[in-house]
């Protein structure tokens, strides 16, 4: 609860700088009308945000413990902090429900992949239901296990498949969520934190002793080490100004 209010702080503090900016006249007022509206209603719509900040700090570190080398983190600790992700997600897709002016498109807004007004666009309406669907497969690979339990094949390559639920959780953030499309600074520090995750994963897909699968842990690590570059790359070019993606409606 307290690093929720400590997020809800910071992001009360984006949208001062938010309307600052658009006042100004340095941001599109079109793609951010509907955040001054929920900014100036009441607090859910902050309070949606903290948590999903909250929820993509904490799936950040429960991707990273179990790839981390040496000594593994204890295993009770990754289940907490991946349960706690999903309820912190959880109520980042109900609480703007809680709104006086809930959020346009009622339910299927929130809760059904490309269930978004026509008026939101192709693109909007993808990089939402990425969202979506990083939630409802949050729910398949995590706590699942409390019902299958880890010596489960299945489970354990259900459960690697997380990193791809947090990859679209990411671009998620990246391309819908607001305080990353005003905040400049803020949008590199997202896209430069995802290079530790590529390249740990790359050390852990390198072939090792083992011969067995020894071409598809390379071509995995070959993909997460391009896609530490890409990733890079795209952080320069945000940060210099030479990509500046916000919403293409």
Do not use: C, K
Not at 37 to 49: E, K, P
Not at 137 to 142: E, K
Request: proline content about 6%.
């Amino acid at each position: 609860m307290a690093v929720v209010l400590v997020a809800a702080a910071i992001t009360w503090g984006l949208d001062v700088a938010l309307t600052h900016r658009v006042n100004a006249g340095t941001d599109n007022a079109v793609r951010l009308s509907a955040v001054l509206t929920y900014v100036g209603i009441d607090g859910s719509y902050t309070l949606a945000r903290a948590f999903g900040l909250t929820a993509l700090v904490l799936s950040y570190l429960a991707v990273v413990m179990p790839l981390l080398p040496g000594r593994p983190l204890p295993a009770s600790l990754h289940r907490q902090t991946g349960i706690v992700t999903l309820a912190l997600v959880a109520g980042h897709v109900f609480i703007p429900y809680s709104s006086s002016l809930p959020p346009y498109g009622g339910w299927r807004t929130g809760f059904v992949p490309w269930g978004q007004p026509v008026s939101w666009g192709i693109h909007a309406a993808t990089w939402e239901s990425f969202g979506i669907i990083s939630f409802y497969l949050l729910i398949v690979t995590g706590p699942t296990y409390y019902l299958l339990g880890r010596r489960r094949a299945g489970w354990t390559i259900l459960h690697r498949s997380a990193v791809l639920v947090y990859a679209l959780s990411i671009v998620h953030a990246f391309l819908l969520g607001s305080d990353f499309l005003v905040a400049g600074p803020v949008r590199v520090i997202l896209l430069l934190a995802q290079v530790p995750v590529l390249g740990l994963l790359a050390y852990r897909l390198a072939p090792g002793a083992e011969p067995a699968r020894r071409g598809l842990r390379w071509a995995g690590a070959a993909t997460a080490a391009a896609g530490s570059a890409l990733v890079v790359g795209l952080g320069v070019l945000v940060a210099t100004g030479g990509y500046a993606a916000g919403m293409r409606i």
